[in-house]
């Protein structure tokens, strides 16, 4: 089946700074990814569907000027925390819409952790 | 707005043992998924349930879809600790947008 890779899988940063994810469909052109977080013992939340070549839309409560997406080519996703809090701390998980055949492929997860 | 609910939210079963986990929605859609995440990993598709009617089978687990009810099941026949992990349905949503169900958290004990 068709690979979505996530980079970094682990990060840890002081509060303040900012942190990118990457997001990469591997096999196959993704013109739409989506952003989910997911709190310990918490479902995934779904954070913002990120197109490519145009703004990403996102979920009501999301700060969009907090959680940046970019989504430059039709293989690449970014997602960047600025100026991360201690409650930004959780695990970031991105998808991959594949349109043919239809089906959305999941990203192995990025923990991240605001010290 | 589209809500998924799922019942039991937690789950402890004798290995040897059948249940069946319960999955709810609320509005029509075209898809339902069932996934599987294990402690600190990413999901696991495990089913896509496109139709009413449809049922999929793989291993000890077997999933149904009621459109009619908005009403999916995930049976699970003859328990092994192996399949302890959180169960997740999800449901597709406008724009592509797939929203998950609160997980189910399974637990097989001997």
């Known amino acids: 089946g068709a690979v979505v890779s996530q980079h970094p899988s682990r990060v840890i940063c002081k509060s303040g700074t900012s942190v990118k994810i990457e997001c990469r469909s591997l096999d196959f052109q993704a013109t739409t990814m989506f952003w989910y977080r997911q709190f310990p013992k918490q479902s995934l939340m779904l954070m913002a569907t990120s197109n490519e070549g145009s703004k990403a839309t996102y979920e009501q409560g999301v700060e969009k000027d907090k959680f940046l997406i970019n989504h430059a080519s039709l293989t690449l996703s970014t997602l960047t925390v600025t100026s991360a809090h201690p409650e930004d701390s959780s695990f970031y998980i991105c998808s991959a819409l594949d349109r043919r055949p239809y089906e959305q492929y999941f990203g192995p997860g990025t923990r991240l952790t605001v010290t | 707005e589209l809500k998924v609910e799922q019942n039991p939210l937690f789950l402890s079963m004798q290995e040897g043992k059948n249940y069946t986990i319960y999955c709810n929605y609320s509005?029509?859609?075209?898809?339902l998924y069932w996934y599987r995440q294990d402690p600190g990993k990413s999901l696991e598709s495990l089913f896509v349930l496109l139709s009413n009617g449809a049922v999929k089978q793989e291993g000890r687990l077997m999933a149904s879809l009621d459109t009619k009810a908005r009403l999916s099941t995930l049976h699970i026949t003859a328990a092994v600790h192996d399949l302890s992990a959180t169960y997740f349905c999800?449901?597709?949503?406008?724009?592509?947008?797939?929203?998950f169900g609160p997980g189910t958290s399974l637990s097989v004990i001997p």
């Open positions: 509005t029509t859609s075209d898809r």
């Open positions: 999800a449901v597709d949503a406008s724009y592509d947008k797939v929203i």
